[in-house]
């Protein structure tokens, strides 16, 4: 079945950006999100990208996708102390209802 | 325009007992997910809707029941409670099962 990898810890400063990583292995995907989760609260959709695509910008986020490698990865630049979350990489392909899969989220820790 | 709300936020169960997770939508989405979240794991599917009367089974099923008899409201049955279904559980919405979905902030069970 699907597999949705991601790294479980990233710190950075405030002011840096930061990059987190995921590896999915479903050939077929069509969608992959990008997804954060704030302590106590549900997720929340950051961006998506579609599988045709190599790269989508959204004011401080840049996603990346490299098809052939099955690499996703969010930039977020000028990283703050609001944007310490983690993160969810999640994939889905046409046709399943969008039954997304997700990763295990890398937790991002902004410091000061 | 709520969203998605989830009822309770919290429960504690003991072991054998039976509870129904509520989530209701305002938004007139067609699909309907139910995730657990277990720490340090990313989400997995339980039970989704594609549309009212129309249930199907997701990743992990076993020890729970849904229905979907409205297009708003899709509840989440335990029948037998276990310590395995100790998690946090999050309802999600989506228009086109392809795009965003939107989720309530979920309810955390433990089982005792």
């Known amino acids: 079945g699907e597999d949705v990898e991601q790294s479980l810890f990233l710190s950075v400063r405030e002011g840096d950006s930061s990059v987190i990583n995921c590896t999915y292995t479903?050939?077929?995907?069509?969608?992959l999100y990008w997804y954060k989760q704030e302590p106590g609260a549900g997720l929340q959709l950051l961006t998506y990208?579609?599988?045709?695509?190599d790269m989508k910008q959204d004011q401080r986020l840049t996603v990346l996708l490299n098809k052939k490698d099955k690499h996703l990865s969010l930039r977020i630049a000028d990283t703050q102390t609001g944007d310490s979350a983690i993160y969810f990489c999640?994939?889905?392909?046409?046709?399943?209802?969008?039954?997304?899969?997700f990763g295990t989220g890398t937790r991002l820790q902004v410091t000061l | 325009n709520a969203g998605v709300t989830q009822t309770p936020k919290f429960r504690i169960l003991k072991i054998g007992q039976s509870m129904t997770l509520q989530c209701a939508q305002d938004m007139n989405h067609n699909y309907m997910y139910w995730y657990r979240q277990d720490p340090g794991m990313g989400l997995k599917l339980i039970y989704y809707?594609?549309?009212?009367?129309?249930?199907d089974k997701g990743e992990v099923p076993n020890g729970y029941n849904v229905s979907r008899s409205t297009t708003e409201d899709f509840p989440l049955r335990l029948e037998l409670a276990a310590p395995s279904q100790t998690s946090v559980y999050f309802c999600?919405?989506?228009?086109?099962?392809?795009?965003?979905?939107?989720f309530g902030q979920g309810t955390r069970l433990t089982v005792v």
């Open positions: 809707s594609v549309g009212a009367g129309i249930t």
């Open positions: 999600a919405s989506s228009p086109t099962g392809r795009t965003e979905a939107f």
């Open positions: 479903d050939s077929s995907s069509t969608y």
């Open positions: 990208i579609f599988s045709n695509m």
């Open positions: 999640a994939e889905a392909n046409t046709g399943t209802a969008s039954k997304l899969t």
